[in-house]
């Protein structure tokens, strides 16, 4: 069978001579244009665009001012948020209770289980499923909340609430927080935990990630009645424990967790409507009861010390939290089965 002829067509050499130096004229022109095109690009920022991992993570929470309701009360109506985003999306929020004399206990956490970083705390969140803050308040102390502002800078890793920050006003910052947690994160489960307890949190997600028949529950490690008589601990209110023949079942104060509908039901709460005590967890625990919610109780959150199971570690009962927090919680994370062990779940 015949094949079709080849054509060939001889290559022109002065032709050849001709194009040489022109393309290489025309490569050296784009490459000194591309140069400086790659100057100006990196010299100048692109307006309207930031990356994603250098968003900020802090976030400012104020109060509108209703009808009869004064400026400095402690409450207010729904919060306002200032350069925060809205209702992101996680399987648990955990607010770190700190104030303006701890800041020797958020360097001690950032040294252990709580990321110091942005990058690190993405990495957590993705991990677990869990958004973690501090959260404080404000304070007239103007040198006080300019290192807080320093702090903010650096590490990006907070939620300021406006509110007075001080021992007296916990139960109405505890509120506050909840209020403010619900309006930012669209979470199945919202943490409050002290800054002086020793953290697992990929325990802590296992835990919240359990099936659960009840909607409405309050998690944590529950205790009934005066368990402690020293004054100086001032942990309870020895007459609002008794209701009738029953004793007044709460969590220990230092870590607990509310489902989203139980959070929601406090978010709609309106000003002054439930009693609130001198203690956080008495207030919390009183209003648990008004609203019937499942309690349950685990005992891995009130660990005395690191253990294949243990989710949250602090002294009890010597103290509501970690004795001397600062060097224990970095002593403790030198322990492999603090840091390290493998995961196991208690069913409490």
Not at 2 to 11: A, D, G, L, Q, W
Not at 46 to 56: A, K
Not at 60 to 76: M, R, T, Y
């Given at each position: 069978?015949?094949?079709?002829?080849?054509?060939?067509?001889?290559?022109?050499?002065?032709?050849?001579?001709?194009r040489k130096p022109a393309v290489?004229?025309?490569?050296?022109?784009?490459?000194?244009?591309?140069?400086?095109?790659?100057?100006?690009?990196?010299?100048?920022?692109?307006?309207?665009?930031?990356?994603?991992?250098?968003?900020?993570?802090?976030?400012?929470?104020?109060?509108?001012?209703?009808?009869?309701?004064?400026?400095?009360?402690?409450?207010?109506?729904?919060?306002?948020?200032?350069?925060?985003?809205?209702?992101?999306?996680?399987?648990?929020?955990?607010?770190?209770?700190?104030?303006?004399?701890?800041?020797?206990?958020?360097?001690?956490?950032?040294?252990?289980?709580?990321?110091?970083?942005q990058e690190g705390l993405q990495?957590?969140?993705?991990?677990?499923?869990?958004?973690?803050?501090?959260?404080?308040?404000?304070?007239?102390?103007?040198?006080?909340?300019?290192?807080?502002?320093?702090?903010?800078?650096?590490?990006?890793?907070?939620?300021?609430?406006?509110?007075?920050?001080e021992y007296s006003n916990l139960?109405?910052?505890?509120?506050?927080?909840?209020?403010?947690?619900?309006?930012?994160?669209?979470?199945?489960?919202?943490?409050?935990?002290?800054?002086?307890?020793?953290?697992?949190?990929?325990?802590?997600?296992?835990?919240?990630?359990?099936?659960?028949?009840?909607?409405?529950?309050?998690?944590?490690?529950?205790?009934?009645?005066?368990?402690?008589?020293?004054?100086?601990?001032?942990?309870?209110?020895?007459?609002?424990?008794?209701?009738?023949?029953?004793?007044?079942?709460?969590?220990?104060?230092?870590?607990?967790?509310?489902?989203?509908?139980?959070?929601?039901?406090?978010?709609?709460?309106?000003?002054?409507?439930?009693?609130?005590?001198?203690?956080?967890?008495?207030?919390?625990?009183?209003?648990?009861?008004?609203?019937?919610?499942?309690?349950?109780?685990?005992?891995?959150?009130?660990?005395?010390?690191?253990?294949?199971?243990?989710?949250?570690?602090?002294?009890?009962?010597?103290?509501?939290?970690?004795?001397?927090?600062?060097?224990?919680?970095?002593?403790?994370?030198?322990?492999?089965?603090?840091?390290?062990?493998?995961?196991?779940?208690?069913?409490?």
């Open positions: 069978m015949p094949t079709s002829p080849k054509f060939f067509y001889p290559r022109q050499p002065w032709l050849s001579q001709i290489s004229i025309c490569c050296f022109v784009f490459g000194v244009a591309g140069f400086f095109f790659g100057l100006i690009a990196i010299s100048r920022p692109i307006r309207g665009y930031r990356c994603r991992d250098l968003e900020p993570r802090s976030v400012s929470v104020a109060w509108e001012i209703g009808n009869g309701h004064l400026p400095g009360q402690p409450l207010g109506n729904d919060p306002v948020f200032v350069n925060g985003p809205k209702r992101h999306k996680v399987m648990g929020f955990v607010g770190i209770q700190t104030g303006f004399g701890s800041t020797g206990r958020r360097r001690s956490l950032r040294k252990t289980w709580m990321p110091s970083d990495r957590l969140e993705e991990a677990t499923g869990l958004a973690f803050r501090f959260v404080i308040g404000r304070t007239s102390d103007q040198s006080k909340m300019s290192e807080l502002r320093k702090e903010v800078a650096e590490y990006d890793d907070f939620m300021l609430l406006d509110i007075e920050e139960p109405h910052k505890t509120l506050a927080f909840f209020k403010a947690a619900y309006r930012l994160f669209d979470s199945e489960f919202y943490v409050k935990a002290d800054d002086d307890i020793y953290l697992r949190p990929d325990r802590l997600s296992l835990l919240l990630a359990k099936e659960r028949s009840h909607p409405l529950t309050y998690l944590g490690c529950m205790k009934k009645g005066p368990v402690f008589t020293d004054p100086k601990l001032k942990w309870y209110e020895p007459h609002s424990y008794l209701l009738g023949r029953e004793y007044f079942i709460h969590a220990y104060g230092p870590i607990y967790a509310l489902s989203v509908d139980v959070v929601a039901s406090l978010v709609a709460l309106r000003n002054n409507s439930f009693r609130m005590f001198s203690n956080e967890d008495v207030t919390i625990g009183s209003w648990m009861l008004a609203m019937n919610v499942d309690h349950e109780d685990n005992r891995a959150l009130c660990a005395p010390d690191c253990s294949e199971s243990s989710i949250a570690v602090w002294d009890i009962p010597a103290c509501s939290g970690l004795c001397n927090p600062e060097e224990k919680l970095v002593t403790l994370h030198q322990r492999d089965i603090c840091s390290s062990n493998p995961t196991l779940v208690s069913n409490g």
